[in-house]
Each structure stands twice: as structure tokens, then as C-alpha cells.
């Protein structure tokens, strides 16, 4: 790989992360994200960590432009009986920019307010017209890198913030725990990197920080929580974490191995519930069968809600002294 390989790392609002034909979505049309997966490596179980404001999208991009923990990486201001909240980013993380632009990058930033995109109402034809939308600007972006001859020396990040639940689980939007609002993509394609890689070791978003700082050969600063999936690239590793985790505000907490999935669902005065779930993912991949109350799962879930308890606690979670489990 080149010393110096360009940067291209695009991030989209609101995508699942099965809403991509090559990942098995057969009404989709995505030739675009179809052709980066077959040129690069896709992780399949990637999840954003959550945030502290009903707009996921705030915390979430600074986790991701931070490399840090949902519950440090904003400075969140609350209400707590209706929720009002606003997250933005510590003036103490460098951003990935900043690291970037120290190692001597020149580096930019540009998009466009999704409030410039005509409305949708929510149809499943309406949202296949705006992914296939949305992958061919992705085209044309990979095309010019093409025709200028940057491509092959221009690593290709692509990610979302988050998902959508669009009608799962009786809900529309980010603000859960299910699986289409926590899951979203993450393809890394380019110069040094493996060519049709799925890969389904957990992953989060706040990664991709700490694995570009390492393929441009550059130090992650101190503050980066994430960790870098390079080993996960050529078999040195099969994982780089047990555990994956997010967070939703003051209602839910949630942790998965990769087959089980603990929610962890609390009251907030008048609001919430003060309940917990479990499902196995591999059998139950909609998560319609809660199992908490079966006396054969109760190891899974002391095991899940240790690992819970311990990310709130090492996190600075304001919930962390919350017990998961009833004793």
C-alpha cells in the first residue's frame, strides 16, 4: 500500500444494516454498494453505540468522528421528564480531521442537509427509490475517483449512523434497541485491504477511527476508545471484542455476544418500562420470542448482564449503578 493512501469515508442517516442487495435484501437495487462489498470487506454485525438524545444521529457521528464511548464522547445537556436533549461533541476529543490533518492530510468535509430530500411517507417503494438514489451518488463519487486515477491508492470507508425500524417491533424510528435500528454497515474497501471479505466479528462505528488512524500509519490518540479491526483484515484475529453494547437514553441498555441479546429496558418517572429481554439472534433473528424468563437461559443472561454492568460502569453510564438483573 502507497505511505500516504487517501481517505474517503462516507457516512449516511438512517441505514439499515441489511438495506444493501448484496446482504441478502432481493427488492433492493444497489450496483454501487454491491460492487464496493466485492472489492473490499464488509463487517455484518457492525452496531452504533447509542446516544443520550432522541436525535441518535448527533452522538452517534461523534462517537464515530471521535472514536469514544457513547456516554464520553458529547457533552449532553437534559431534561429529564420530557426528554429535551442536545448532544455535542467534547472540545477534548480530537476529531478524526484534526488527527488526520496533524499527520499533514489535507482534509474537508461536505454533505447535504437530508431536509433538501423530498419527503417520504415511509412506503416501502418510496424507500427503495431512495437507496437506489442514494447508491448512485455513491457511484458517481466512486466513478470520479476512477476516471482521475485515485481509486486504487483511496481507501473507502462507507457507514451509517444508524437504522431505521420502520415498522418493526410496532415502531418507525432509531429511537430502540432492535436490530434494524442498532445495525448498520460498514465496508472498508482499497489498497492493502482484502477483496470480498464478510466478516461477522462485532464491530462498532467508534473502529473505524483507530483502524484508518493504523492503515495510513498514523497514532490513534489517547482518547480513542475503539479498536482497530486490522488484524480482523488477514486472520490475525477472529475478534476483537465479545461483546458489542449500545444505549438509549435513560430507557435501555443492551448487549449481545453475537447470538444472544439482552435489552435492559428502566423507567425514567412517568416514562419507560422496568423490564428485560433476551433473544437469540440466530433463531429469532426478529426478535419476537423473548426468552428472559426461561430458567434454562439464566447463565446467559448473569453473563450478559455482567458484561453490561461492566461497559456502563468503565463508560461513565449515569444508569451504571442501576443493578441489570433483579437479585
Known amino acids: 500500500m502507497a505511505p500516504h493512501p487517501n481517505i474517503l469515508l462516507l457516512v449516511s442517516d438512517d441505514h439499515r444494516g441489511d438495506a444493501i442487495a448484496a446482504l441478502g435484501e432481493p ?5 454501487h454498494w454491491d460492487a464496493l462489498i466485492a472489492r473490499g470487506v464488509c463487517f455484518t454485525r457492525n452496531r452504533h453505540q ?3 438524545s432522541g436525535a441518535v444521529c448527533v452522538p452517534t457521528r461523534a462517537a464515530l468522528h471521535s472514536g469514544r464511548g457513547v456516554h464520553r464522547c458529547t457533552i449532553d445537556q437534559f431534561r429529564r421528564g420530557d426528554l429535551e436533549a442536545t448532544s455535542t461533541l467534547r472540545p477534548d476529543s480530537p476529531t478524526l480531521g484534526q488527527t488526520f490533518g ?3 492530510y489535507d482534509t474537508f468535509m461536505t454533505g447535504k442537509w437530508h431536509n433538501d430530500i423530498p419527503s417520504l411517507n415511509r412506503s416501502s417503494s418510496d424507500g427503495r427509490g431512495i437507496l437506489s438514489h442514494q447508491d448512485a451518488q455513491v457511484g458517481r463519487i466512486l466513478d470520479a475517483l476512477g476516471r482521475t486515477g485515485q ?3 483511496t481507501i473507502v470507508v462507507y457507514t451509517g449512523d444508524h437504522g431505521l425500524a420502520i415498522g418493526r417491533h410496532g415502531l418507525m424510528g432509531k429511537q430502540n434497541l432492535y436490530e434494524p ?3 448498520v454497515p460498514l465496508v472498508l474497501a482499497g489498497p492493502g485491504l482484502p477483496e470480498g471479505l464478510r466478516h461477522g466479528a462485532l464491530t462498532h462505528t467508534i473502529d473505524v477511527y483507530p483502524t484508518l488512524c ?3 500509519g498514523i497514532q490513534a490518540p489517547d482518547t480513542v476508545e475503539g479498536i482497530s479491526l ?3 483484515f488477514d486472520g490475525r484475529a477472529d475478534s476483537v471484542r465479545d461483546l458489542a453494547f449500545c444505549a438509549y437514553c435513560f430507557f435501555h441498555r443492551m448487549a449481545t455476544d453475537g447470538r444472544w441479546k439482552l435489552i435492559r429496558s428502566y423507567r425514567d418517572g412517568n416514562e419507560g418500562t422496568d423490564r428485560v429481554q433476551l433473544f437469540d439472534l440466530e433463531g429469532d433473528p426478529d426478535e419476537l420470542r423473548d426468552q428472559a424468563r426461561d430458567p434454562n437461559q439464566r447463565d446467559v443472561m448473569r453473563s450478559l448482564a ?13 444508569l451504571a449503578d442501576v443493578p441489570v438483573l433483579a437479585s
Do not use: F, I, Q
Open 102 to 104: 496533524a499527520a499533514g
Open 214 to 216: 493504523e492503515l495510513a
Open 50 to 52: 447509542g446516544g443520550n
Open 230 to 232: 486490522t488484524p480482523l
Open 27 to 31: 427488492l433492493l437495487r444497489t450496483p
Open 181 to 183: 435500528s442498532v445495525r
Open 151 to 153: 481509486l486504487d491508492r
Open 306 to 318: 455482567a458484561g453490561l454492568t461492566e461497559w456502563m460502569k468503565a463508560g461513565d453510564d449515569p
